[in-house]
């Protein structure tokens, strides 16, 4: 065992060091391993197998082939590592490559993680690229400009950010706020959401509410604990919400379910669409064999045996088989077929009720 303090530069093949190593220079050991009690500091360090260091880590550039160790805080410019990085305290390191696996308990501070496999840091801020091949997970929030991760993506106590790109699985367990927010599975907030657009292939689910500029396209069903704003919305299977307010269209395939209601220029539910709750539009078609309850619209279209409880509008349309539970109320023009089943005669009137949304 061997013990340095400083010097110019340090070459070995494998050894362990008692203390510090401090070194103007650079630290190489070829075709070996080296271990620190203490801390150290270089300006270049290249070792072939693993470092393990007790200490602080402090260098611009740290190349290690197998696998990097530092029980301290790390700080360098760049950290490239074939096997595993890990860290127990903070790293202020503006580029981490890591083929396999990084996990880092302190705040991370960089521009760009690089992990081919699995990655845990403690949150902080990446300025630029977030890129996983496998799983990623932040413990703490995060501040991020892209997240791109292949399997599964898990920010325990949120964050704020740019994009998300996740092949498989994202969650959020508190308030997240992004740009855009691309999964190809299941995406959740535990919280609320504000952001530009998202597009998930399942399931997504927020436990409050969610905010968006642009759109929401759903491959599979969504369901928002509270208000969901937004300019568009398409979902190809079921859409819950206590509220949603849309700037241009909705279009649902499946079933629509809200307490205080449904608001869109446009509003079309697919064959077979269950719909609970208000909905008011300039525009609104239901399928066929559809169910829903009350509508305010400016032109209203019912498909074949579709059904409804209270219909207010300008102008409608309603096919053969519809049934009509309540009141149909209209000021222009209706359309309707002889079999229509209405509990009261349609009525022409001045003036509508006012629509509660």
Known sequence: METRSSMEAYHAQ???????????????????QLAIDGSLEATTVSVDKALKIGGNARADDFDVGGVLEVRGTI?????????????????????????????????????????????RIGGGEVSKDVDVGGKFESTKPLKFSK?????????????????????????????????????????????????????????????????????????GRA????ELRLDSLEVGGSME????????????GGDLKTIKGTKGDTVELGHGSRASGPIVARKVSVGHGGQIEDVYADTLAMEHG????????????????????????????????PDVKFAKPASKVNDLPRAPL
């Open 14 to 32: 494998s050894s362990q060091l008692e203390g510090d190593l401090n070194a103007k220079g650079e630290v190489k050991v070829d075709d070996g």
């Open 75 to 119: 700080s360098g410019k760049k950290v490239d590592v074939g096997g595993s990085f890990k860290v127990q305290g903070t790293a202020d390191v503006e580029e981490v490559d890591v083929g396999g696996t990084v996990d880092i308990a302190g705040q991370v501070k960089s521009t760009k993680l690089d992990v081919g496999g699995m990655a």
């Open 147 to 219: 997240i791109d991760v292949g399997g599964l993506a898990t920010l325990v106590e949120g964050g704020e950010g740019g994009d998300i790109d996740v092949g498989g699985k994202f969650e959020s367990k508190a308030d997240l706020s992004f740009n855009s927010l691309d999964v190809g599975g299941m995406a959740s907030i535990n919280g609320n959401g504000k952001g530009v657009e998202v597009d998930v292939g399942g399931l997504l689910r927020v436990s409050g509410s969610l905010t968006l500029e642009k759109d929401l396209d759903i491959g």
């Open 223 to 226: 369901y928002i604990g509270a």
């Open 241 to 252: 919400a206590d509220q949603i307010i849309a700037q241009k269209s909705i279009e649902v």
């Open 306 to 337: 579709s059904r409804a409880r209270n219909l207010y509008f300008r102008e409608g349309v309603i096919e053969a088989g519809v049934h009509v539970e309540g009141e149909v109320l209209y000021t222009d023009t209706i359309e309707a077929s």
